[in-house]
């Protein structure tokens, strides 16, 4: 394919990518299931089925007001967020790393889990709440 249609296809992707909010893909949605969802809860409100036995409790993603940069730093959990202190969190960023560690793009792999992550989240954080079905 001509170098000029890539350009293209990437110019547009980008300016569709601000014409609405796709729905988060299934990826995005099995990776907060498996991973957020028994602490955050399905929908986020901090009461999944674990949160009653942690201290402190998990945060209600549904009232964030954070913007994604700041939201993959959290999830990823490798470098400190100073205005959060420490989390009790795990440190999603290693583990994704891990779980990929036959991987030749391990690291840019768990970079990518961690951004799909913020995104679910910061939907679920989105005026009206909650992640639209699809």
Known sequence: MRADLWVAIAVLTTVAAGCG???????????????????????????????????????????????????????????????HGTSAMPVWGEVFEQVHLDDAYAKRTALLQVQALADYVARLAAPGGGVPPH
């Open 21 to 83: 909010a796709p729905a988060p893909s299934p990826d995005a949605k099995a990776l907060y299931g498996r991973y957020c969802a028994s602490c955050h809860g399905v929908t986020g409100l901090g009461d999944g089925p674990a949160a009653e036995a942690l201290s402190p409790r998990p945060t209600n993603l549904t009232t964030l007001a954070t913007g994604l940069p700041q939201l993959m730093q959290v999830i990823d959990g490798r470098f400190a967020v100073r205005a």
